[in-house]
């Protein structure tokens, strides 16, 4: 049965697909393009209701077109969109200002490519694209639809049009924006007109008239906000033991937590996905009508979230639900009603748990299982415990946790699989699960034919496969997921190169506040362009960072040359969403990402104004994983201090500005050539140096920071006593000229990439010095 909302909110998804259809022909003038997606779309949606009852509304031109035809012009402020001749889209960075000084503008276009790259780069030579591009890119299209079956449901379609339709411009004037971001909002918005006139006015009228009337005088749309407050906490507060797992477990949780809340209020409100404007980093907004349903129905989930939560959580995690009305205005420049949106989120923040005072201040002997003991992981002791095995060791823990380590095991697993799976069931499935209110959610390294057909959603993993998404209840979910094969205690990411030391990476965007605000002008913050940017930053941060993190399919750094590009990265996405990410691993490799991270994200958003600052916390395998997670925020913290972000802090407080660590490793790569290189570090060669010469070379650099000066005996001790025997000459002038120096700011880089040197010499985990 397919429902009226359901051919609405399909019907706005395919609304500009003829645009797309007529491109392919060569033909750019896209006056026809309705009759063209009406064609289109007979065509290739053979054998749907659904799609027949589109084409048939655009062909007759019935209320139905109308609505869509009002709801595309609303998406683009009622700007005709042109295209005249074939352009490449432009980065959705581009409209960025410096942060820091508003005057300042990009001074080159960045355009990204038409066919999407891992990841995508941004280039500044405008590509040259023609309709056999376009052609190309939608017979691909056409074979993915043919590889399934009818019907051809919304969540399909939408992953479709991700997959090849986000690399292509809308039109002018808004060429920064994809053809699929306007689609997905076209459709949001179809609906959300759809409910709110059915409900508003009672002859169910959707005459054009009736329409503009609403828009013109009413608020017809909320745009709804959540902030789950509580995660860091949440997180990071664990004991050591089992750490991983549980580290990774509670991080995944509480996506799976911010997913079942949004899908809650998508399938309440009779919406569909593409009214998520944007969800990550614990953070959601979604687009829903201003009807006296949708606002029930919302206190109602409001109030029936935050009993779980208490109830799970005792209080740990908050989830803040707040909704703002708004009309036509907002969708050509949106900052009012987001930061209305906002203050009502941090107003109830504030307000925190008051509400509940009572319930807090109750006082709760701990629970009898617990008059001697606490969770092992998570110190709660309010509630009974369970066992739970651990190789040779029992740990007593709570329930949640119990089941967030048996998540981070399952994710540990999964993450090794092709096509990893998460089914959600709203009956108790065999094995292990994950509870979320009275759902059930499973995970599988790859399809379960059992668990599929019992499973009401199916979560399909970073998977763009066509042939996975045959019911409509298939929905494609972007994950940070990236794991060293094998990995699966933090001793096994402890020892690969030089010293024997674990990492712990935090890094995230600057200034995010200001993009999203003043960055942008005024009159260019529309709903689609902050929906695109939001969606991009969202998707380098959950989707190519799997790749980046990796290191296989990139141009990644390898200092030591240890075939990273072969063997991958030994280390771990803990969390990596919205802006920012949460990595561990092997020292070397974490620090080697973090500057793969940050070049890739300068290449992805073709905007020099976008920066990220990190930090990286190095320590001990037997360190604590929450002061690990401490360490690197306090570091990260350093590195934004000031004004001066754009910058690593790692190692004793050391905060060096991205150019700069270009230097270190140019110096670290000098440095090499005067070493042997063994399989696990470097090694003195004593035909070209002593074997002390780089702890002379750090005493040096240590003397210079303290007192600014250059000890010229002890400089050119060193240098007299090094054989220099079968370098090449270039090389030992370098070298040279890096002791015989009185630049500070060189001998910043020398310190640093001597101790980096040092680390990468050091095996087995001797520390001496
Ligand atoms: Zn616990």
Redesign the pocket.
């Known amino acids: 049965m397919i429902t009226e909302l359901e051919v609405v909110a399909k019907g706005g998804l395919l609304y500009n697909i003829g645009r797309v259809a007529l491109r392919a022909e060569g033909n750019f003038n896209e006056e026809n393009f309705v009759e063209k997606g009406r064609e289109w779309i007979e065509k290739h949606l053979k054998n749907d209701d659904s799609a027949l009852k589109i084409a048939k509304s655009l062909q007759e031109k019935d209320e139905l077109f109308f609505l869509w035809k009002e709801a595309h012009s609303l998406a683009c402020k009622n700007e005709d969109i042109k295209y005249f001749t074939p352009n490449p889209i432009i980065s959705p960075f581009y409209k960025i200002r410096n942060p820091n000084n508003l005057n300042e503008t990009l001074n080159k276009i960045p355009y990204y490519q038409l066919q999407s790259e891992k990841p995508q780069i941004a280039i500044y030579n405008k590509p040259i694209i023609n309709h056999e591009n376009y052609r190309r890119l939608i017979e691909k299209f056409k074979k993915d639809l043919q590889s399934t079956k009818p019907p051809y449901g919304i969540n399909l379609l939408t992953m479709l049009m991700e997959k090849h339709l986000s690399n292509i411009p809308l039109g002018s004037p808004f060429d920064d924006v994809s053809m699929f971001r306007h689609c997905v909002l076209v459709s949001a918005i179809s609906g959300c007109l759809y409910l709110y006139l059915k409900e508003k006015r009672r002859d169910k009228d959707f005459s054009v008239a009736s329409i503009v009337d609403c828009l013109s005088s009413e608020k017809p749309f909320l745009l709804v906000g959540g902030d789950l407050s509580g995660i860091q906490k949440f997180i990071y507060t664990i004991t050591s033991k089992g750490a991983l797992r549980a580290l990774k477990g509670r991080s995944f949780y509480i996506e799976l937590l911010i997913e079942h809340i949004v899908n809650e209020i998508i399938d309440n409100l009779n919406l569909t996905r593409c009214n998520i404007v944007f969800s990550a980093g614990g953070n959601f907004c979604i687009v829903s009508p201003n009807t006296d349903n949708a606002v029930s129905e919302l206190d109602k989930l409001k109030s029936r979230i935050e009993t779980f939560l208490f109830n799970e959580f005792k209080g740990e995690l908050q989830l803040h639900l707040e909704y703002i009305a708004f009309g036509e205005e907002s969708f050509k420049n949106s900052a009012s009603v987001s930061d209305g949106l906002g203050e009502k989120l941090e107003k109830s923040k504030k307000t925190g748990w008051q509400k509940r005072l009572k319930d807090i201040l109750k006082p709760e002997s701990p629970h009898e299982n617990c008059l001697t003991t606490q969770?092992d992981?998570?110190?709660?002791e309010d509630v009974s415990l369970v066992s739970l095995q651990r190789g040779d060791e029992a740990l007593q823990?709570?329930e949640?946790?119990y089941f967030q380590y048996k998540l981070g095991e399952e994710l540990l697993e999964i993450s090794e699989g092709i096509s990893p799976v998460i089914y959600r069931l709203s009956e108790q499935p065999q094995g292990d699960y994950v509870k979320i209110e009275k759902f059930y959610y499973c995970f599988r390294r790859s399809r379960d034919e059992k668990l599929e057909n019992l499973a009401d959603k199916i979560y399909r993993i970073n998977n763009f496969n066509a042939e996975n998404y045959n019911k409509p209840n298939n929905i494609f979910l972007p994950l940070g997921i990236y794991k060293k094969r094998g990995l699966k205690e933090l001793t096994d990411a402890v020892s690969d190169f030089g010293i024997n030391r674990l990492a712990v990476l935090r890094m995230d965007v600057d200034n995010l506040g200001k993009i999203f605000g003043s960055a942008i002008a005024e009159q260019e913050r529309t709903f689609a362009r902050i929906s695109e940017i939001s969606n991009r930053l969202n998707q380098f941060f959950k989707y190519h960072l799997n790749y980046i993190a990796e290191g296989k399919e990139i141009d990644s750094l390898d200092i030591a040359e240890r075939g990273v590009k072969n063997k991958g990265r030994n280390l771990m996405i803990i969390y990596s969403g919205g802006d920012d990410v949460f990595i561990l691993g092997h020292w070397l490799d974490v620090i080697e990402t973090a500057f793969d991270i940050r070049r890739y994200f300068e290449l992805f958003t073709g905007n020099r104004f976008l920066t990220i600052s990190g930090g990286i916390a190095i320590n001990q395998d037997s360190y604590p994983v929450y002061q690990y997670a401490r360490d690197a925020e306090e570091l990260e913290r350093l590195a934004k201090r000031d004004n001066k972000k754009d910058s690593l802090a790692l190692l004793d407080d050391r905060k060096v500005g991205w150019n700069s660590f270009d230097e270190v490793i140019e110096r670290i790569r000098l440095f090499k050539k005067f070493l042997k290189t063994e399989s696990n570090g470097f090694v003195i060669d004593e035909q070209k140096l002593p074997k002390t010469f780089f702890y002379g070379l750090f005493s040096l650099a240590k003397v210079f920071r303290k007192e600014g000066i250059l000890v010229l005996p002890k400089a050119a001790y060193l240098i007299s006593r090094a054989k220099f025997n079968n370098c090449a000459d270039e090389d030992v002038l370098s070298i040279k000229e890096v002791i015989m120096n009185s630049n500070e700011k060189e001998w910043e880089i020398t310190e640093l990439a001597t101790l980096v040197t040092l680390m990468l010499m050091r095996k087995g985990g001797r520390d001496h010095e």
């Not at 992981?377 to 709660?380: A, E, I, K, P, S």
């Open positions: 969770c992981v998570c110190f709660r823990v709570c949640p946790c």
